[in-house]
């Protein structure tokens, strides 16, 4: 599961957030990635770091996953690694404490042509180290437990007085998957809502 990307071809590209083996049998060719599908951890969200951990990624983010944590601390140095990978290409990419982020040119020039040229760096970048750490530690902050996401969602828009208790978690679940809710979506509550409804880590 990867997280959501997209893109503007404009003075930045932005990206929202909202992701059996056999027994009894010898070979002389070892694995090319040892040990890497093999978790050591469980929990709520040990299937999606094994899902990871099973897409061939790199040693590097292989390492950093097979705990099935990811710390702020290894969030930043993932993010140092791709801001170092893109400056060898000439852009720079700014993270948002929301987790979003924006791509720039480092010399400040945004041809027409600046998202087909960009976005190819930036995904051989994010292959090298950043397939799905951020993503993984963005959806463990805002619900550690792995909550319903309709459940925690609805609670919290009621408490925000974004809607009434007639509001159903199935009428969310509806709205979600068409895209249109019945209150503005870009107001401060339910941004607070949609990125951080347990009240976890986000100041409003």
């Known amino acids: 599961m990867r997280r959501l990307r997209g893109g503007l071809a404009s003075a930045a590209v932005v ?8 027994s009894g049998v010898t070979t002389n060719s070892p694995s090319p990635h040892p040990g890497r599908s093999e978790l050591k951890a469980s929990g ?6 094994r899902a990871a951990l099973d897409d061939d990624v790199s040693d590097f983010e292989s390492n950093v996953l097979s705990d099935g944590v990811v710390t702020p601390e290894e969030l930043e140095a993932t993010h140092d690694r791709v801001q ?5 290409s ?8 929301d987790g979003g982020f924006a791509l ?11 998202f087909e040229r960009s976005d190819p760096v930036l995904r051989a970048c ?17 619900n550690p437990d792995r909550l319903d996401e309709a459940k925690i969602t609805v609670s919290c828009l009621r408490t925000a007085g974004l809607v009434g208790d007639d509001y159903s978690e199935q009428r969310w679940r509806s709205d979600q998957s068409a895209g249109a809710f ?14 951080d409804p347990l009240g976890l880590w986000r100041t409003p």
Do not use: H, N
């Not at 709520?44 to 770091?49: K, N, S």
């Open 44 to 49: 709520p969200w040990a299937d999606d770091f």
């Open 15 to 22: 990206c929202a957030l909202m992701l059996p083996g056999c």
């Open 104 to 114: 720039r040119a480092l010399d400040e020039r945004y041809p027409d042509d600046f």
């Open 126 to 142: 994010e292959q090298q180290s950043d397939e799905y750490i951020t993503y993984l530690f963005g959806e463990t902050r805002r």
């Open 90 to 97: 000439g852009f720079g990419i700014d993270y948002d404490a």
């Open 84 to 88: 170092r990978c893109l400056a060898d």
């Open 182 to 195: 019945p209150f503005d979506e870009t107001a401060d509550a339910a941004v607070q809502c949609r990125l």
